[in-house]
């Protein structure tokens, strides 16, 4: 066999879901999801995870690593991996085909890489050193480490301080090897020009506004899930957090969420050109293309 593993990826509002369940209804498969906050029970409109898409003509599709931990909760990307080792060989014993579905450049490349990677425990007495530093500070710590690509990592000082932790931990411990099944992936990325994506990402944020986004992080927070938490996960959660403890108004909430998710989805398509000039060969589909033709295409590519 050519290949053992479908990807759809692609940044975020190109319609991957979409593509990615109807593919897995033809080619009798299932899916694996590769987002990074799709994991999080209770933070569905946020996170984009369209779950009415994955039931077509009354058939559910089936999907993993989606709701499989609590919001509050900080999932890495060690236990992806992990998980989606065990996820990919289930699959396969099922004879179905797993097709990975997602935007999270890390979390895919931790699969398709095979990265050996270690599980970082918490060193509360290393933090406790670290509090009364400024987030600047904590930054230059943490390039002392490593070279930053992943300003996500300073945005708040708790993130920082956690990564600190690991790539300390990373430097005074071996790696340890991981069983990491043998992939030969065919990988479909779905794109759109720059202004399309943006006007799409707008569209779909002021839909999602409506459809009650902020009421979901209010939820959250009555439910206990703390609002540091929240900000935590950045993009929408970190925005209406803000909006909603009353530290934004509506209008900068939504000015500055709205130019952040376009930030994110340049800095998504950035990591997609990095994986292909690493050796990955990506084959792009124009977003516009009607879905049909869009199988068709996939098809022809999975069967060459």
Not at 5 to 29: Q, R
Not at 49 to 66: A, N, S
Not at 279 to 293: N, S, V
């Amino acid at each position: 066999m050519q290949y053992n593993l479908l990807v759809v990826l692609g940044a975020t509002a190109t319609g991957k879901t979409t593509l990615a369940v109807n593919l897995a209804k033809s080619l009798n498969g299932e899916i694996i999801s590769a987002d990074s906050r799709q994991i999080y029970r209770g933070m569905d409109l946020g996170t984009g995870k369209d779950i009415e898409e994955y039931t077509i003509d009354g058939q559910k599709i089936p999907h993993h690593l989606i709701d499989i931990a609590d919001a509050g909760y900080k999932y890495n990307v060690y236990e992806f991996q992990r998980d989606f080792v065990e996820a990919f060989e289930a699959i396969q014993k099922r004879n179905k085909l797993p097709l990975v579905c997602g935007g999270t450049g890390m979390y895919l490349e931790a699969c398709l890489k095979g990265y050996k990677l270690i599980s970082v425990p918490k060193d509360q007495e290393f933090r406790d050193t670290l509090l009364d530093k400024s987030l600047d500070e904590l930054g230059e710590i943490l390039r002392s480490y490593k070279t930053v690509h992943n300003n996500s990592d300073l945005e708040t000082k708790k993130r920082a301080i956690r990564a600190i932790e690991i790539e300390r931990y990373y430097a005074s411990h071996p790696e340890i090897e991981m069983k990491h099944p043998e992939l030969k992936p065919l990988l479909i990325g779905i794109k759109f020009d720059r202004e399309d994506r943006r006007n799409r990402i707008s569209l779909r944020l002021k839909e999602r506004l409506e459809s009650g986004m902020i009421e979901e992080v209010e939820g959250l927070i009555k439910s206990g899930v703390s609002p540091e938490d929240l900000i935590y996960y950045g993009l929408e959660y970190k925005f209406l957090t803000k909006y909603v403890i009353g530290e934004l108004t509506y209008e900068e909430m939504f000015s500055q969420l709205e130019i952040a998710i376009h930030q994110f989805a340049k800095r998504q398509m950035t990591w997609f050109r990095k994986m292909e000039r690493s050796g990955f060969e990506i084959h792009w589909l124009d977003g516009f293309m009607p879905l049909e033709k869009k199988i068709e295409k996939v098809k022809e590519l999975w069967n060459a």
